[in-house]
Structure formats: C-alpha cells, structure tokens
C-alpha cells in the first residue's frame, strides 16, 4: 500500500490528468472535424456562388434560345455537384470518426494499463488488518476509471451526434438538388 497519504494523492492526480488530457485530445478531434466541415461548406458555397454568377452571366448573353436552354442545361449540371459534396462530407466523417476510435481507444488501453500498475501497488505490502482500507482504495480507483469511461462514452455520443446532424443536411441539401434539378 502507499506509503504515505502523498503517494496516494500523486497516483490520484496523475489518473484524473490523464482524464482530461484523453478528454483534451477527443476534443480537439472533434473540433478539427468541424472546422473541415465548416471550410468543405465554405469552398463549396464559393463555388457554387461563383458557377451561378458564370451561369447567369452565360444565360444573359445568349443569343438565341437554343443557346440559352445550353446555358440553363449547364446550370442544371451543376446542381449535380451535391453527390460530390456528399462525398467529400463523408470522408471527413469517416476521418472523424477513426481518429476518434484509434485515440479513444489508444487511452483507454493507457488507463486500464495505468489503473492495473495503481491497483498492484494499493495492493503491495498490506498490514494485515488494513484489507477494509484497501477496498476502500480500489473502490475509489475504479470509480475514477468508471469517470473516464463516462467521459469517453460521453464524447463518442456527442461526435455520433454530430454526425447524425450532418449526415441530416447532406441528405437535406442532396434532396433539394434533386428538387431543384427536376423544375
């Protein structure tokens, strides 16, 4: 067992560290996914602002109608461009999603590795008599490491919340393309 109640205090410390440094880096995942959607949503607004202005440009100097169905036809073409959004969208998802697994997972295998090594040295050199005390440890050892569980649980479901919401526009955006290409 700790030698003395600072061991203890360092061992508690350097676990709830290492939960907010994994809740830190999932973070910091997750906000690196926004901010390549938000620029993916940015280009692809400039884009299409800039096809619009060359369409309608193109549209207001036809000659003849044939030339102007030409240009409206092109127009149409693309509103196509929503599947290559999609796409584009999706592999930023699936990005996310990775790095959030490799890294979610990578410190969870940290922690029970760290949780493991905390608990052989609660459980060292025991007086006899002090078994109560040494649940009492172990007790609050797991139920620091039932935090981090929660912290990790609890970021996964708000990046796959994130995804659901964006996967929502995509297909919103997707339908009124396919709207829009109809008229």
Do not use: C, W
Not at 17 to 45: H, M, P, R, W, Y
Not at 112 to 139: F, H, M, W
């Amino acid at each position: 067992m700790f030698q003395n109640p600072e061991q203890f205090a360092q061992a508690t410390k350097a676990l709830f560290e290492f939960q907010l440094e994994t809740f830190n880096t999932l973070t910091s995942k997750a906000v690196q996914g926004i901010e390549q959607v938000v620029q993916l949503n940015i280009d692809t607004a400039r884009s299409g602002v800039e096809k619009n202005i060359a369409a309608g440009k193109e549209l207001s100097q036809a000659t003849d109608p044939k030339a102007a169905m030409a240009a409206a036809s092109a127009r149409m073409q693309n509103l196509t461009n929503v599947a290559e959004y999609n796409h584009q969208l999706g592999q930023i998802l699936a990005e996310i999603h990775t790095e959030f697994s490799t890294a979610a997972e990578a410190h969870l295998a940290e922690a029970r590795s760290n949780l493991s090594a905390l608990i052989y040295d609660v459980t060292q050199n025991v007086r006899p008599g002090s078994e109560n005390a040494v649940e009492i440890v172990k007790t609050a050892i797991d139920n620091a490491f039932a935090g981090y569980e929660q912290v990790t649980k609890a970021t996964r479901q708000a990046v796959a919340a994130f995804e659901d919401q964006l996967a929502k526009a995509a297909s919103l955006a997707e339908q009124q393309g396919a709207g829009q290409t109809k008229h």
